[in-house]
Each structure stands twice: as C-alpha cells, then as structure tokens.
C-alpha cells in the first residue's frame, strides 16, 4: 500500500525558508509525477511543484525562482526547498504522487507570519 508522509511545516518568518520532506513507503520510481500541492483556508487546492518519473520540473508562477522540488530516490524521498516565503505562502502543503492513480499525503502546515 502506497503511503506519504509529510514532514517539515511549522511557522517562519516572511523571508524565511523551509524545507518539507515527503516519504515514500515504495520506490519513488513507481510514480510518473510526484509533487506538491498546497490549500489556504477558503481557496482551492493548487499545484505547486511538480517532478516527472524523468526528472523535469514546473511550478507555479508565484513560486518560481523561490521554492525548488527535488528527489533523493535512495531515501524514497521529495523535497520542497521554500526560500524568500511571504504570508501568502501560508497554507496546508501536500504532497502527490501519480501512476496515474493519485495518492496523498496527510499534509503538512505552513505559516509564514511575523
């Protein structure tokens, strides 16, 4: 059974960083795409990062250049690198993953206030 696990959320500073941790309970590689989605109270759940089974990225325009996905399939593990964060990074972070079925994690909070 496919599970994930968030961790790293918790309160920042804006201009702070964080850095979230998605673990795998398989290989990474089973996934054509796995990623980060993210839901502010009263907003709809948006993407964003993304990496495919191959290794490409994309990400929302409001996080280009300031938040970056990566892997380390050894630890069956995603990560969201979040730098520069402004309040309206505040939000409940969940991490996908696809094969095409979609799988979920629990979600991790992120609050980003000072």
């Known amino acids: 059974q496919v599970q994930l696990v968030e961790s790293g959320g918790g309160l920042v500073q804006p201009g702070g960083s964080l850095r979230l941790s998605c673990a795998a309970s398989v290989s990474i590689f089973r996934f054509n795409t796995m990623g980060w989605y993210r839901q502010a109270p009263g907003k709809q759940r948006e993407l964003v990062a993304a990496i495919t089974l191959g290794g490409s990225t994309n990400y929302a325009d409001s996080v280009k250049g300031r938040f970056t996905i990566s892997r380390d399939s050894a630890k069956r593990t995603v990560y969201l690198q979040m730098n520069s964060l402004k309040p309206e990074d505040t939000a409940v972070y969940y991490c996908?993953?696809?094969?095409?079925?979609?799988?979920w994690g629990q979600g991790t909070q992120v609050t980003v206030t000072s």
């Open positions: 996908s993953a696809e094969n095409p079925t979609a799988y």
